[in-house]
């Protein structure tokens, strides 16, 4: 915004649980590859705080300029991606055309970036090219485990952005008596682990200490 003060910006949301989901596929196929694992990716707390901090940057970018920023969900731009894209369209100015329906049938310049060996763990030719589609909305449901959703709507139900945008985090499709148990599980281990860091950075401290 401050290099390009002219600049529209199409701010993109998806919901966390379908994106944690995606960095895990991502490792996975980063570990079978042999290729190094993305920072983000490495485990479920990497790609929540990762995703915290995009969506807080790009909430704060909505909140800066408002009337140059327009938010998309991806779940709506897959389940109707003719209506999404002429309001994309429309805010940046632009006449829509059918073909942005079709990608999947225009040839992409950056192919052999998407089927390099580091490439081929965000994407593969064959997923490239696909027709839009809106299967895979609910994918992390099957993808992930309780204690993961859980993990994870944990660390955003509070986000007021989110909720406004219809995200809901309530686990209401995890059963009330599993639910209850494994939220109390995951509370017990992020209180585990909150004792763990302090535990290594009181031990840091002591260490420093003694070296100098």
């Known amino acids: 915004m401050e290099l390009f003060p002219e600049a ?3 701010h993109v ?4 649980r379908a994106i944690v989901s995606s960095m895990r596929d991502v490792s996975i196929r980063a570990k079978q590859k042999k290729i190094n694992i993305p920072a983000f990716t490495a485990n479920i707390l ?17 909140k800066k300029a408002p009337d ?4 998309v969900t991806y779940e709506s731009l897959a389940k109707d991606p003719e209506k999404e894209t002429v ?3 429309q805010f940046l100015g632009l006449e829509w055309d059918s073909r942005m329906m079709t990608p999947h049938k225009k040839k992409h310049l950056g192919e ?21 589609h809106d299967k895979n909305i609910e994918k992390w449901q099957k993808r992930l485990s309780s204690i993961q959703q859980i993990r994870i709507s944990r660390a955003f139900k509070n986000y007021e952005e989110l909720q406004a ?16 148990f ?14 763990y860091k302090r535990f290594l950075s009181l031990v840091g401290r002591i260490f420093q200490k003694l070296s100098t």
């Open 182 to 195: 494994m939220t109390v599980f995951v509370i017990i281990l992020e209180f585990g682990l909150k004792l």
């Open 46 to 62: 990497a790609s929540i705080a990762y995703t915290l901090r995009c969506f807080d940057a790009g909430f704060a970018a909505l």
């Open 112 to 132: 052999k970036a998407i089927t390099s060996k580091s490439g081929e763990i965000w994407y593969d030719v064959k997923t490239y090219y696909q027709k839009p």
């Open 8 to 10: 529209h910006f199409i």
């Open 165 to 180: 945008l219809g995200y809901d985090f309530s686990l209401k499709d995890i059963p009330q008596a599993k639910r209850f």
């Open 68 to 71: 140059k920023t327009l938010t």
């Open 13 to 16: 949301i998806r919901d966390p």
């Open 87 to 89: 309001k994309i369209c």
